[in-house]
């Protein structure tokens, strides 16, 4: 079935540093794609986004890369701080489905 | 203000009991959205309506029924908890169906003791 899926369950950084969280999708139909962020207790929330008809988009601090060839997309945090440790999540959905689907989620701990 | 707000944040209940989880969203949204997280983190969606009308029903055991009276609201009653039904039940919603942008309430974490 489809899939989405994170290649590291627990990524430690120290606080300053680049974080990348990475991320395979299964459907190559699937043409939207959004990070979320959620800390402990709370929901998840939103961060960036990105379609299909582009290959990176930029925020503030965060980058997402899409390389539809290879169905793998990445979540880039720059300069990283004690307040961005949480589970990130990678979804994708595909045309006319209505549903996204998510992945098993990676743990970000920012070290001191 | 609250976008997407849950009632209530915790439920702790018996096995067989019948509960519902209420959800509203203040963003003028189309869509609503439920999802089911359970221990490993895992969200995986349930059901979603656009505009009152079920368009995502996914294999999900006919006693959660969820229901939408209006297209803000967007309710879930679940009869005959089971054990297995301990898990932490998202609400989102998003502008309209399909590739939008959902936004997420803060969850309510159900116990079935």
């Known amino acids: 079935g489809e899939s989405v899926g994170l290649h590291l369950p627990t990524l430690s950084v120290q606080e300053g540093d680049n974080s990348i969280i990475n991320c395979a999708y299964s459907?190559?139909?699937?043409?939207?794609f959004i990070w979320y962020k959620q800390e402990s207790g709370k929901g998840p929330q939103f961060i960036i986004d990105?379609?299909?008809?582009?290959d990176k988009r930029q925020g503030q601090r965060v980058t997402v890369l899409l390389n539809k060839t290879v169905k793998h997309l990445s979540l880039q945090i720059a300069a990283t701080q004690p307040g961005d440790s949480a589970v990130y999540f990678c979804?994708?959905?595909?045309?006319?489905?209505?549903?996204?689907?998510f992945g098993t989620g990676t743990r970000l701990k920012v070290l001191a | 203000d609250t976008a997407v707000s849950q009632t209530p944040k915790y439920l702790v209940t018996q096995m067989g009991n019948d509960k519902s989880i209420k959800c509203e969203q203040n963003l003028g949204h189309d869509t609503m959205y439920w999802y089911k997280q359970d221990s490993k983190k895992f969200l995986k969606i349930m059901f979603s309506?656009?505009?009152?009308?079920?368009?995502i029903n996914e294999t999900v055991p006919n006693r959660f029924s969820p229901k939408s009276p209006d297209k803000a609201h967007l309710n879930l009653h679940i009869n005959s908890l089971e054990l297995g039904d301990s898990a932490v039940y998202f609400c989102?919603?998003?502008?309209?169906?399909?590739?939008?942008?959902?936004?997420f309430g803060p969850g309510t974490r159900l116990t079935v003791l």
């Open positions: 989102a919603s998003s502008l309209l169906a399909g590739a939008h942008t959902q936004y």
């Open positions: 979804a994708a959905t595909s045309p006319g489905t209505y549903k996204y689907i």
């Open positions: 459907n190559s139909a699937s043409d939207y």
């Open positions: 309506y656009n505009n009152k009308e079920l368009i």
């Open positions: 990105i379609r299909s008809n582009m």
